[in-house]
């Protein structure tokens, strides 16, 4: 069964940081581009983080200077670095392969749960 798999998620308090863990080895393919994607209660799901098979990375405006994304290629594994985190940034975060017209690659894995209170 084709399924990413996310992990690291957790309750943190403002300020503070989590690591977060995509296991992509049931994915037929790794693809050039991957990304972190999160979605908050009532609003829609954004990509927040890209990179590249060669590492070029993009962020979201909202967690530049605050989030890492990294991958490690022989395993198809994404990471997201997240520090400072915010109160706003209290989602379910997910990652999978942007696609074209704002798509993406794969079925959505269960996603892992960050909340970011005191």
């Known amino acids: 069964q084709v399924r990413l798999v996310e992990s690291g998620g957790g309750l943190v308090q403002p300020g503070g940081s989590l690591r977060l863990s995509c296991d992509g080895s049931r994915v037929p393919f790794s693809p050039n581009e991957m990304g972190w994607y999160r979605q908050a209660p009532g609003k829609q799901r954004e990509l927040v983080a890209t990179?590249?098979?060669?590492?070029?990375?993009n962020y979201t405006d909202s967690v530049k200077g605050r989030f890492t994304i990294s991958r490690y290629n022989a395993k198809n594994a994404v990471y997201l670095q997240m520090n400072s985190l915010k109160p706003e940034d209290t989602a379910v975060y997910y990652c999978?392969?942007?696609?074209?017209?704002?798509?993406?690659?794969?079925?959505w894995g269960q996603g892992t749960q960050v909340t970011v209170s005191s």
């Open positions: 990179i590249t098979r060669g590492g070029t990375t």
């Open positions: 999978n392969a942007p696609g074209p017209f704002g798509g993406h690659v794969y079925p």
